[in-house]
């Protein structure tokens, strides 16, 4: 069993950074992949990056490629998502989740969630 706790969410203006975190309990997080998903109002929820186990392997969606990172700290049992030039687009609710397996940008095969934490981006 794995939980999740995501943090560092909050308001910014367009162009700025935030650094989320995402703090999970268990021993075994070091053999989890992990993702971060966002849920933007009246959308879907969509992927936005993914992490291996040792964090040798990332992979992002097209429309934050180039501006957050992806990152773990196994010792620490977190994994962050360092996000820069922050567009009003960006704003939703952020999650993160755990996989066994590799990294996928497919919500299927996450065991795992958060329950969020908003971003706000303004213009």
């Known amino acids: 069993q794995v939980q999740l706790v995501e943090s560092g969410g909050g308001l910014v203006q367009a162009g700025g950074s935030l650094r989320l975190s995402c703090a999970a309990s268990?021993?075994?997080?070091?053999?989890?992949?992990m993702g971060w998903f966002r849920q933007a109002p009246g959308k879907e929820r969509e992927f936005v990056a993914t992490?291996?186990?040792?964090?040798?392997?990332?992979y992002y969606a097209d429309s934050v490629k180039g501006r957050f990172t992806i990152s773990r700290d196994n010792a620490k049992n977190t994994v962050y998502l360092q996000m820069n030039s922050l567009k009003p687009d960006d704003t939703a609710v952020y999650y993160c989740?755990?996989?066994?397996?590799?990294?996928?940008?497919?919500?299927?095969?996450?065991?795992?969630w958060g329950r969020g934490t908003q971003v706000t981006v303004s213009s």
């Open positions: 989740a755990a996989r066994a397996g590799g990294p996928s940008g497919l919500e299927y095969g996450y065991n795992y």
């Open positions: 268990g021993r075994t997080f070091s053999s989890y992949a």
């Open positions: 992490i291996s186990w040792s964090g040798g392997s990332t």
